[in-house]
């Protein structure tokens, strides 16, 4: 594994996320002094991470190949027909590892060592999230033995499964440290996520129920998703203006840095809200959450990057949502045989697109298999970017039936390669494994 470095400046620079003066202000950015620096700016990089993760690179190449974008110029139309190799991942790797969760490690001890629970229950929050993330993405990843190089300077691999397990005995502890009346406001939450009326231990609910869907606990997800997110101003969302380095991580990436790229044209998602193909239930106000999303320019139908859309240069992105929350609610009960209360969080969601969008939502009576799939398409076309989709398509072996993009294929990639970096530095290295080969969760 690539040399754990103990970095505390802002891996914003050069990927761009929010600008966190608050968190950086004083910081010395020598490793060999890196105990000098306070916990709660050190969390602030691990969320900046949390950040990149759920809205850069691996968000952008899950998009591709689930059919809700299209890479539409040079690389771009590789990676769009699966063509990726282990070094694409690096960068996600190191972040993930490296100038994440090391980092998070490094606050829990500041909070431990100076009594404040609060810190290290946000970092616990912060590792769990790029731990299950990562273990969602690549399958088997190192854990217990990871992060500390001079012991362990070739960390062995644990079984995605006990990784994901691990991730909730984070997530347990993280609650307990929390409390119920700790805001992302108000604690350890902004610059890096807007500051709402979000409550930590809501969060963390809703991350268990989304971590127990990808391990198919349905029960768990159930109950752990009604304890989350209550409401749809309580979302943990990150925080971007117009502002150097503080802007949309996709408007950076479409408007600044790689112009046609990534587009809509054709994809799946955008059929689906235009009718040219049919949805599960019928949705009439598609039409004005299309234009939210998307906007033609040119010959292109590109991302809504245009003051209000989607993307837009100060947007929000969604980390873990109260959306998300209610159709993880839907789907865990659908999964149970609980059609009443499936019908319900997803009548609740389709009244709140709504108002939302000024626009006809109709809710549904239907029971059974129909039921399920109607909830799995509304979380897709809900979730655009998200790597939560991702996980569905590969979970339910899709079940939505995703366009295939590469003839050569009979199925979209089933997990990230393992890094180069990897390949090349960690003695413990398990060996390749195919782009193709499901994750052990979802064999």
Not at 190 to 201: G, I
Request: glycine share 8%; net charge negative; charged share 20%.
């Amino acid at each position: 594994m690539k040399k754990y470095k103990i970095l505390l400046m802002l891996i914003a620079i050069g990927l761009g996320s929010v600008s966190c003066e608050d968190y950086t202000d004083g910081i010395n950015v020598d490793p060999n002094n890196f105990t000098s620096a306070p916990g709660n700016l050190i969390v602030g990089q691990a969320e900046l991470v949390v950040v990149v993760l759920s809205g850069s690179n691996s968000s952008r190449f899950a998009g591709m190949w689930v059919d809700q974008f299209t890479g539409s110029d040079r690389q771009y139309i590789t990676v769009n027909n699966y063509g990726v190799t282990a070094s694409d991942f690096d960068d996600v790797w190191d972040d993930v590892y490296a100038d994440g969760a090391a980092q998070a490690r490094i606050a829990k001890e500041s909070g431990a060592e100076s009594g404040d629970v609060l810190l290290e229950g946000v970092a616990t929050v912060m590792e769990a999230i790029l731990m299950g993330e990562t273990a969602a993405l690549f399958g088997d990843i190192p854990y217990r033995t990871a992060f500390d190089y001079t012991t362990n300077p070739d960390p062995t691999y644990d079984a995605q499964a006990q990784v994901l397990g691990d991730v909730q005995g984070l997530l347990s502890q993280a609650l307990a440290k929390v409390g119920t009346d700790a805001t992302v406001a108000s604690v350890y939450g902004a610059p890096v996520f807007v500051a709402n009326s979000a409550t930590w231990a809501e969060v963390i609910h809703s991350l268990k129920a989304r971590y127990f869907m990808i391990t198919k606990e349905y029960a768990s997800a159930h109950g752990e998703a009604l304890q989350g997110i209550s409401s749809a101003d309580g979302d943990l969302l990150s925080s971007h203006s117009s502002a150097s380095g503080a802007r949309n991580l996709y408007y950076q990436f479409i408007i600044e840095q790689r112009g046609g790229y990534l587009t809509a044209n054709g994809s799946n998602l955008t059929n689906l809200m235009t009718g040219v193909r049919a949805r599960e239930l019928d949705t009439p106000g598609d039409a004005a959450r299309f234009d939210y999303y998307f906007e033609t320019i040119g010959s292109d139908l590109e991302l809504n990057t245009s003051a209000g859309g989607m993307f837009a240069i100060d947007a929000s992105f969604p980390i873990v949502s109260w959306v998300e929350t209610r159709l993880i609610e839907a789907e865990a009960a659908a999964q149970l045989g609980l059609d009443t209360e499936a019908q319900t969080p997803f009548n609740t969601v389709r009244a709140y697109l709504a108002d939302k969008y000024d626009a006809s939502f109709p809710g549904t009576t239907s029971t059974g298999t129909q039921l399920w799939m109607e909830i799995m398409e509304e979380k897709y076309i809900s979730m655009p970017g998200s790597l939560q989709i991702y996980h569905d398509v590969r979970r339910t072996k899709n079940a939505l039936g995703v366009p295939i993009k590469n003839a050569a294929a009979s199925t979209i990639p089933q997990r990230f390669y393992y890094p180069q970096v990897e390949i090349n530095a960690n003695d413990n290295f398990p060996g390749l494994v195919d782009l193709f080969e499901p994750t052990p969760v979802n064999k």
